[in-house]
């Protein structure tokens, strides 16, 4: 029997008189791949932040692992891995120094550090790029390195925060490649996308945010069924226009560090 591990109820952030999450609700189960979509500025990105401790909430609670994200931060924190749209790896590390000091900061014991560090970078494919320097990698490789930062204390929940953006299509299938086998092995995924696509094919049930709110919430045949259609089944890109009333802009690169870095900054910015 499955088991919820997430639940939100009535979750609202406000700054100043702007209303940016609006009293959303809803719960996650242990094990689900959790979708978060919507437009730029629907929220997506202060819910995350909400849910993993960086930003408190104005009202309403927050349970992860079932500890309250306000009162048992630290507890919440243990629980969690987060990718966060910034980039967080150190292009003047190589990929095991990035992991190392990742290591410290979960206070994996000393003893433990080397061989867990192999297997993260065994399992996320960069064992061969391990001593190279982080900014040598390329848009995919890096994502994958913060995923095994991420992961590396072996989390219960792993938050992704637009975890293929300005990836090109095969960088973007790899980096769910490994994601896939994470959630394979029992790892609860939660992540916010601007691809209707990754969202149809990798996630068990999909939330569609717009202006703060939840518009719909359900997995990706029930929200295909719930909107009117004269003959044949929606798209996933119909069902977000039909609920938000607007399509989604997105764009395909191939990028190295420096562009990554840049591409991220601005979907921040934007999201």
Partial sequence: MSKTILEVKNLTKRFGAFTAVDSIS???ESGEVFGVVGPNGAGKTTTIKMLTTLLPPTSGVATVAGFDVVHQAPRVRRAIGYVPQLLSADGSLSGYENLLIFAKLYDIPAKERGKMIDNSLHFMGLSES???LVRS???GMIRRLEIAQAVLHR???LYLDEPTVGLDPVARETVWKYVGALAKDGTTIIMTTHYMEEADEMCDRVAIMNKGKVAAIGSPAELKASIPRNGGVASL???FEFYVGKTLETE???ERFKDVSRTRRTARRLG
């Fill in 26 to 28: 809803f719960s996650v």
């Fill in 130 to 132: 391990a001593d190279k």
């Fill in 137 to 139: 990698y390329s848009g």
């Fill in 155 to 157: 989390p219960r929940i």
């Fill in 237 to 239: 890109n119909e069902v």
């Fill in 252 to 254: 395909e690169t191939g």
